[in-house]
């Protein structure tokens, strides 16, 4: 593996990633940061709407645990899966309450530390330990799974063989090099549909480079679609919201779903929102209410100021383009 290290380090050097902010930094908070943000979405979308701003509001662990939730998950909004930034939350509250007199919060080094606070798995703790601790470990995500299981013509991905695989081949001598690399190759030279097998730092010892498709065999499964009834209700031109309980866009402020809608409520469109496992759609009714009914009530001015989710922002609009 020495020779295939230093084609590695060479790849990287010449076309890796290497301006993204958080891999020119040694701050295991901004790194921990980029990691959450990065899970369920592109590099693109973080770097150009969420990072920068979501640390000038939140510049340390301290400062992000001393936040209330709702400022966290307004800030958070429209990068989804908002359990990663509740879970982000909760851990730099836990780091912030646990500091010692006088001194900075800061997240362990240990990767069984790590393993312990919310929000933290396996390949993010592999991670933070690699790129803020500079430790001789390998990460798993996606990118890499896929390299590897072509590297060893694999075509179901073992998760214990494939991390059994990972510490074998990890360059310990440049785990940050090495482990940035493996996420750029992946990304743009060993692709899902079309990669470039010739240009491929392991194109030498790559024993799935003649059928690369085949590895790992992807799985195919229908995305379910679920339909609800979302009742606007309206009193003194304000509309009520609820904040959400259940496990699902916990923390959110919402419109609540309704069985059956009132007979006296309007229909007055639906909306349409993909999730990665199932798709959402919502009929949307109004309902002119005669007297307060609800605990919380918003102008729709209010409520772009609060944390919601994409799919009540597009049920908002709809009703504002309905008014018109």
Known sequence: ????????????????????????TADPYTIWLSEVMLQQTQV??????????????FPSIEALGKAPLDAVLKQWEGLGYYTRAKNLHKTAQLLTQEQAPGTAPVLPSAI???????????????????FAFRQPVPVMEANVRRILCRIYAMEQAD?????????????????????????????????PKTPQCTACPFESICQGKHDPQ????????AVPTREQHIMLNLYDNKLALTKREGKFLHGLWGFPATEVPLCAAEYIGEVTHAY?????????????????????????????????SKVDEK?????LDSMK
């Open 1 to 24: 593996m020495r020779s295939v290290h230093r084609k590695i380090r060479h790849w990287y050097t010449r076309h890796g990633r290497t301006d993204l902010p958080w891999r020119n």
């Open 44 to 57: 693109k979308t973080v770097l150009e709407r969420y990072y920068f701003p979501f640390l000038e509001k």
């Open 112 to 130: 069984d530390a790590l393993i312990q606070l919310p929000g933290i798995g396996k390949n993010t703790a592999h991670a933070v330990a690699a």
């Open 159 to 191: 998760e214990k063989m494939l991390w059994k695989i990972a510490y074998e081949m990890v360059d310990r001598e440049h785990p940050f090099e090495y482990n940035q690399a493996m996420m750029d190759i992946g990304a743009t030279l060993c692709t």
């Open 214 to 221: 085949r590895y790992p065999t992807k799985k195919r499964r």
């Open 276 to 308: 990665t496992h199932f798709k959402l759609t919502c009929k949307v009714y109004l309902y002119d209410a005669l007297e307060k009914t609800e605990d919380h009530y918003f102008t729709p001015q209010q409520i772009r100021r609060l944390a919601i």
């Open 315 to 319: 049920i908002l609009n709809l009703y």
